[in-house]
């Protein structure tokens, strides 16, 4: 009875903490239409600003938490609201997730510079763990306390919904934010409000996990997973649903501790040592239930998106993968071993991203699990591909397949943000969980190998014979495997299968009407995609050489979904810009100058942040911006020319790195002008012919436009039209 | 042999009740329309038919067989077809490509070479969209869109086609195109439902018009009779005697 006492009493204070989170989740979701994928990180960052007041300047708890709570949390929501989320409205869902995701990784990086993760803190519950005796279990107040805590968030908060005027705006505004506003709600203020109460109650959610919890930037950040379980029983609409689901999550969590035991003695199958990380993945898989059981949604219509990704042509492509080897092979030649590894990382996580392409660029389908398949295929070249055997990165990509497809059938449903919530779940679940497994047996005869609690060597591919051993072979491997890969998504998107995606993007209703199964076609794209992940994960295990679980965590990979988004995830451009983004920013620019590290710790959160002005993504104004010299054979004459002599100076070592580098730039800037130099003649052509035409006919619509409007047209419209003059001057009036 | 049968359909929206009872037949190469106010719940109504609703009550029937638990696709593999009211067109891919979606999703289910290109461009002249086959969808102009939406129902080989206003956005030369085009098809025995505003195309191409209003069907008939039907007059001019 004591046991169950005890538990019942964590699982409770779980709970607690739970509801707390999930509710300010639900009040921003309902009144203001965003999904804020960075609650948990807001509130992780209130835990660390409170750890900072309370525990390193030592101030007192009531007035830290006072400042945490009252101040610098509703003052963050503010922020938060009239500095991004505000000019969120009427973007895409896609952009929104973008936004919230990258806000996740910006505190996430925030928190890991200012407070240096390799560091223990010193946390402690609040009253110093004192307590009472209750039926003879042990109650302390900060358990306590949580509990009262959740039932005055609830209380407060269906007051302040429904009988405050403040919180009634705050409904209207959800509704119909223009007509909340001539109703005389003022929906700005009720939107910063919304949002600095969410924050508020993020901040107290991750406080109160303090003294429980180590204090580490992404396990806070990530445990509001548990509370988006929770925000999804209750539909993400209704608090006591929320409430509800916080309990069932808690308990669920506590109890399986007591009756794991309990169960093993009956059934050998709960003695297996791969349910022992279980616990933590309870929430998720709740979660992942929870989202499968939604009532079914009535096929989407038409998208409002307004993405632009025109046909990629053959040619093009071929051409840019040949610049992307040549590139790869050159440059290796001239550069450091350690610089080659960070060279072949571009091509391994551009592969990666790459798996997004099909998947989200041309289905529309967003996955927040590409990382995660990429460590099944580099676990599966660990384990499947000994000695380098390239049959290891067959097995990947069919696993992963495989897996991609099983993990597909529950999303089918889904779209927007419960498809985003539901691999993450997925994700999250490998992450707390199978990853962390030691290796196991599956009904006593299939042997699963991972990450062996620790790490796993990958050996480097030997291909027909040609080692790849070496860093610049890796390299070489990376572009030649990226371009392989990038022409088959190219040729995907050419071909009856990639217009049926593109179909299904723009209109599932009608693609339905026109008798496509479109669980078929969502099933091999997913799997499609997982197995393309999976190539690339394995090709960045043999890069690595040794890879562990953390390398392929939720939060790790999702850097990869916003850069990819952010260079355009319709394009093989924008997953090459991904690889070479990522590269950049985690290790070749901290390489070159050691004082940005931190500062490139939140630069992909802040580019993604910044993403909304052009969903089209930074390749394809890249590409507006080089067009002049595409156009123009002197320019590409120059640049050939040019970049040849470049080669030339630097294999004959006459110019060393740097000037190599510079003078690359330079040369390729330069040939923008001298292409529209070049390229000037022909459109002032064109440009001269609208005024010499003025006097010839011109078509109806562009009368009073371009020339004047006069009576002879009048005439001509009304005879165009069929109207008489009776009936334009109104005789029926009279 | 009647074609398409719709049953004693109910759909609610929460309190509201979108079509009751509904019952609605369209034969095998006539016309029927299907007019009324907007809101009378004639998209609904399509809906319904194609799978796109679950209706509260009911039946669809096609070809006296019960096709109510069919979901959407499997339904079109029956030979039903439609197009939209708010265009639901694969914006970014060209005309062709449209029609070619459409035609190549029938070779999961059928193969009779309407994916082949002899067969798409017979569907683009047809429609009259030559000129701008290569062009995509989302830079034509509304009227143009319909009849890329028309074209495509046409390349999975309907037996039933129904038009959701297909005339609005279109000029009035393309209107009698259209026309001439819908009379054709039924000619060739395809069962068209057209739901439409433009009550001269209507009375012109339809055998058998159904009237619908607050989710009820008031008046079943020929042209002839709905254009003198009192209760019809009611529900579009809003009194009892409009004095003729």
């Known amino acids: 009875m004591s046991t169950f006492l005890t538990f019942l009493i964590t699982g409770l204070t779980t709970a607690a903490i739970y509801a707390v989170g999930a509710s300010g989740l639900v009040l921003t979701y309902t009144t203001t239409g965003v999904f804020n994928f960075a609650h948990g990180a807001v509130g992780m960052f209130g835990a660390f600003l409170y750890w900072q007041l309370r525990f390193d300047w030592g101030w007192p708890a009531p007035i830290a938490l006072a400042i945490v709570l009252l101040v610098m949390a509703p003052l963050f929501g503010v922020f938060l609201e009239v500095a991004i989320m505000r000019n969120l409205e009427g973007t895409s869902e896609a952009v929104r997730l973008v936004v919230s995701i990258s806000l996740l990784a910006a505190l996430v990086g925030a928190a890991n510079w200012i407070w240096d993760p390799t560091q223990n803190r010193f946390t402690a519950s609040f009253f110093e763990g004192k307590g009472f005796d209750f039926f003879g279990t042990r109650v302390t107040w900060h358990e306590a306390a949580t509990v009262l805590i959740a039932i005055a968030v609830a209380i407060g908060l269906r007051f302040v919904l429904y009988n405050l005027r403040a919180g009634v705006a705050m409904r209207a505004t959800v509704d119909d934010r223009p007509l909340a506003a001539l109703n005389g709600a003022r929906s700005d203020r009720s939107a910063m409000l919304a949002w600095a109460i969410g924050c508020s109650l993020a901040a107290l959610s991750g406080i109160l996990f303090l003294g429980t919890l180590a204090l580490d930037a992404g396990t806070l950040s990530l445990l509001i997973v548990n509370a988006y379980a929770a925000a999804m029983i209750g539909r993400l609409r209704s608090l006591p649903m929320t409430f509800l689901g916080a309990l069932i999550i808690g308990l669920a969590e506590a109890f399986w501790q007591i009756y794991r035991n309990d169960l093993s003695q009956h059934f050998h199958v709960f003695t297996s040592t791969y349910l022992d990380t279980f616990a933590s993945a309870i929430a998720v898989i709740i979660l992942f239930v929870v989202l499968w059981l939604l009532p079914n949604p009535r096929l989407r219509g038409h998208s409002r998106v307004r993405e632009f990704f025109p046909t990629p042509s053959l040619r093009g492509s071929l051409v840019f993968v040949g610049i992307v080897i040549a590139g790869a092979a050159f440059i290796s030649a001239w550069t450091t071993q350690s610089h080659q590894i960070d060279l072949a990382n571009v091509f391994a996580l551009g592969i990666i991203a790459l798996s997004l392409v099909p998947l989200t660029g041309f289905a529309g389908q967003v996955s927040l699990a590409s990382l995660s398949f990429a460590g099944i295929g580099a676990v599966t070249m660990a384990h499947l591909g000994g000695g380098g055997d390239p049959l290891g990165l067959l097995w990947a990509a069919l696993i992963c397949a495989g897996i991609g497809a099983l993990v597909a059938i529950p999303a089918l449903r889904l779209s927007g943000i419960y498809l985003a919530l539901a691999t993450a779940a997925f994700a999250v679940m490998l992450d707390r969980w199978i990853f962390n497994l030691p290796n196991f047996r599956v009904f006593g005869w299939f042997n699963v190998k991972l990450f062996e609690q620790g790490s796993v060597a990958v050996t480097r591919l030997k291909v027909f014979g040609l080692d790849t051993s070496s860093p610049r072979a890796q390299v070489v491997l990376g572009a030649v495997a990226f371009s392989l890969i990038a022409l088959f998504v190219v040729a995907l998107r050419r071909s009856r299968f990639g217009r049926r995606l593109l179909a299904m993007k723009d209109s599932e209703a009608a693609c339905a009407t026109l008798g496509m199964n479109l669980v078929g076609t969502k099933v091999a794209v997913f799997a499609l995609s997982a197995a393309i992940a999976g190539v690339g994960g394995a090709l960045y295990g043999g890069v690595q050489q040794s890879v562990n679980a953390q390398m392929f965590s939720f939060i790790n990979g999702l850097p990869i979904f916003m850069l990819a988004v952010v260079g355009g995830i319709g394009a093989i451009g924008g997953a090459f810009f991904a690889g070479i983004s990522l590269a950049l920013l985690t290790t070749i620019l901290p390489d070159v100058v050691p004082s940005l590290s931190h500062l490139l710790l939140i630069t992909p959160g802040l580019i993604g942040i910044s993403l909304g002005r052009n969903p089209s993504g930074a390749v394809s104004q890249i590409r507006e911006g080089f067009a002049p010299m595409r156009q123009s054979k002197v320019a590409l004459g120059f640049l050939a020319a040019s970049l040849t002599a470049i080669v030339v100076l630097r294999s004959t070592n006459t110019i060393a790195n740097w000037p190599t580098f510079f003078a690359a730039l330079v040369v390729l800037v330069a040939s923008v002008p001298i292409g529209e130099m070049f390229a000037h003649k022909a459109p002032a052509e064109v440009a001269e012919e609208p005024g010499a035409g003025a006097g010839a006919e011109i078509p109806l619509e562009w009368v009073g436009i371009t020339r004047p409007f006069t009576d002879e047209d009048v005439r001509q419209m009304d005879a165009a039209l069929g109207i008489s003059e009776v009936e334009m001057y109104g005789a029926a009036r009279s | ?244």
């Not at chain 2, 593999?77 to 070619?100: C, D, H, K, P, Y």
């Not at chain 2, 683009?124 to 074209?151: H, N, Y």
């Not at chain 2, 259209?178 to 039924?186: G, H, M, Q, T």
């Open chain 2, 1 to 244: 042999m009647a074609q398409l049968e719709v049953e004693d359909v109910i759909v609610r929206f929460g309190g509201h009740v979108a079509v009751d009872d509904v019952s609605v037949r369209a034969d095998a190469g006539r016309i029927t329309g299907l007019i009324g106010p907007n809101g009378a719940g004639k998209t609904t109504l399509f809906n319904v038919i194609t799978g796109l609703l679950t209706p509260n009550a009911g039946r669809v029937k096609l070809d006296d067989r019960d096709i109510t638990k069919l979901p959407p696709y499997k339904r079109a593999r029956r030979g039903i077809a439609r197009t939209f009211q708010r265009l639901e067109l694969f914006s970014v891919l060209t005309v062709r490509e449209n029609i070619a979606v459409a035609a190549e999703t029938r070779r999961s289910w059928a193969h009779d070479g309407a994916h082949k290109a002899s067969s798409i461009d017979a569907i683009i002249e047809r429609i009259g969209l030559q000129d701008c086959a290569d062009e995509r969808v989302d830079s034509l102009p509304t009227g143009q869109a319909r009849l890329v939406e028309l074209g495509r129902s046409l390349a999975s080989r309907p037996s039933v086609l129904l038009l959701d206003e297909p005339a609005s956005g279109q000029t009035e030369s393309e209107t009698q195109r259209f026309a001439d085009l819908l009379r054709e098809l039924s000619h060739e025995g395809m069962t068209v439902l057209v739901v439409e505003h433009d009550m001269q195309l209507v009375m012109s191409v339809c055998d058998t018009i159904c009237v619908l209003d607050f989710g009820r069907i008031i008046a079943t008939g020929t042209p002839e009779e709905i254009r003198t039907n009192d209760a019809v007059l009611a529900a579009y001019l809003g009194t009892k005697k409009v004095g003729a």
